[in-house]
């Protein structure tokens, strides 16, 4: 018989699974029960699933800075003088036919240049848009762009689900989660995967469902916390006027005791989880603040980014990032919605750059002058392409071709990776698909992306789904 919530409490006790009966009957055993399975969440918290690192790590943790909304690798990473030559004239049927296609169906196939000038970059001479002069100057030679990555889904909401679970499937933990669940987490006092996300003022603000970093299967303990612009970062973290910190001590140990008499009952895992999420609010209550003020940063850092507050701006969640990575935060995920240059892309792209350019930039050199890059990965990405031929003065939907870029954590700088055809439709030399990308990033962190997997619904899932392939020439 399964447990009812809406029975009173005596009633409760009439009404357990076989497994809670058992516990029941024997009180004391029950208790015993309950402090292990509080001690094993506890542990795997701070652990993790795996116990032994499958081999040693070059990054401790990732900095995922997302550009919502299919980003144009024609006018930022991937230089295309052919599609230049080409511009106005019929795309070759050959490229196009039989291909899916986002909103051109029907429609005149014409090329459309790129509408950015590329130059070379830092010491390397990496070639990229001159739209970029912040990354291009401060931190060219740590990049490597990928510029042969390739996806399954055209539209957003399912290239998101599966740039972030490995899966167009909804349901499924995203890469966060997976990362949490087998490193554990390096902090008591702030969650392990943490989310913010900006928007600008150009194209259109792509929605971002809350699911696209959920936990999935896996413990909800797991899922990311969105931390919002500003306020508080997390709804009600600050105590009502009149409620001090020891009377909400009492209030979360008499919450928590009740929850520990309801796990004697029904023996839910979940419920050891709600009992540490109670825990962790209230230590966030002491370290959220220190973590939001800015004021102990050195003037030269706040120059550097641009800004001297939580203010909301991509900028601004960069140095939040850099200081949640210090504190011992495993994943943090940077979103902008702003990407999404069906019309205007010339104008749009320059724009969202410059929202986006001057933080990302700061960011890498900040974690090089702290000794940080060496052991963060940073991730900048999008969930697919855009179009070589014109949607008017834009560029439609693309996933068979786009570019991102990696640095730190172990990443080769200075340099590229795979390619597109002469006009960017392709990817056509070492190709990687994202759950290549998703095998590549565990493994920089001590996983084999085969070994992490979860019994679910009687079959082992992973991230890398049943796929991925390590890409190992872009690895130091």
């Known amino acids: 018989m399964r447990f009812d919530e809406n029975l009173p409490m005596t009633s409760r006790h009439q009404h357990f699974t076989r497994r809670a009966l058992l516990g029941h009957s024997a009180r004391g055993l029950g208790s015993v029960a309950l402090a292990s399975l509080l001690a094993r969440n506890s542990a795997l918290g701070a652990r993790g699933a795996i116990t032994a690192l499958h081999h040693p790590p070059k990054a401790k943790r990732v900095i995922w800075l997302y550009m919502a909304g299919g980003m144009s690798h024609l006018e930022t990473w991937d230089p295309k003088p052919k599609l230049a030559e080409m511009h106005g004239k019929p795309m070759p049927e050959s490229f196009t036919k039989g291909q899916q296609i986002a909103q051109l169906q029907g429609a005149k196939l014409n090329c459309f240049a790129p509408q950015h000038a590329f130059k070379k970059w830092g010491k390397s001479g990496l070639e990229f848009s001159e739209i970029w002069p912040q990354l291009g100057k401060l931190a060219a030679d740590d990049m490597c762009v990928i510029r042969g990555m390739h996806t399954d889904a055209i539209n957003h909401d399912p290239a998101h ?247 730190g954590g172990g990443i080769k700088g200075g340099m590229s990776y795979g390619a597109t055809d002469e006009f960017g439709y392709n990817a056509v030399e070492n190709k990687v698909h994202v759950n290549d990308l998703h095998a590549t990033l565990l493994h920089l962190l001590g996983i084999d992306h085969l070994k992490l997997t979860y019994r679910f619904q009687g079959r082992d899932f992973r991230l890398t789904d049943v796929a991925g392939q390590v890409v190992k020439s872009v690895i130091a």
């Open 161 to 407: 689900t599966l740039m972030n679970t490995g899966s167009m499937i909804p349901g499924r933990p995203s890469a966060g989660s997976w990362l949490l669940y087998g490193l554990g987490a390096e902090t008591e006092s702030l969650p392990g995967f943490v989310v913010m996300v900006s928007t600008g003022r150009f194209g259109q603000a792509q929605p971002i469902a809350a699911r696209q970093w959920h936990s999935g299967f896996l413990e909800s303990k797991f899922q990311g916390v969105e931390f919002r612009s500003k306020g508080d970062p997390v709804l009600y973290l600050s105590n009502p006027a009149g409620v001090t910190a020891g009377r909400q001590r009492d209030v979360v140990d008499a919450v928590n005791k009740l929850n520990r008499l309801e796990n004697e009952a029904v023996d839910d895992p979940e419920i050891a989880t709600r009992i540490q999420q109670y825990e962790l609010a209230f230590r966030m209550q002491t370290s959220a603040p220190e973590l939001l003020d800015f004021g102990k940063e050195p003037k030269s850092v706040l120059d550097l980014y641009g800004t001297s507050k939580v203010d909301g701006s991509f900028a601004g969640n960069c140095l939040l990032a850099r200081r949640l990575a210090e504190r011992g935060v495993r994943f943090i995920q940077l979103y902008h919605r702003d990407w999404d240059h069906h019309g205007a892309v010339k104008d749009h792209s320059a724009g969202t750059a410059a929202e986006v350019d001057r933080g990302a930039a700061a960011l890498l050199a900040d974690l090089r002058q702290r000794d940080m890059l060496k052991d963060t990965l940073v991730v900048c990405g999008t969930e697919f392409g855009r179009t070589p031929m014109a949607q008017g003065n834009g560029r439609d939907h693309h996933l068979a071709g786009f570019s991102i870029w990696l640095a």
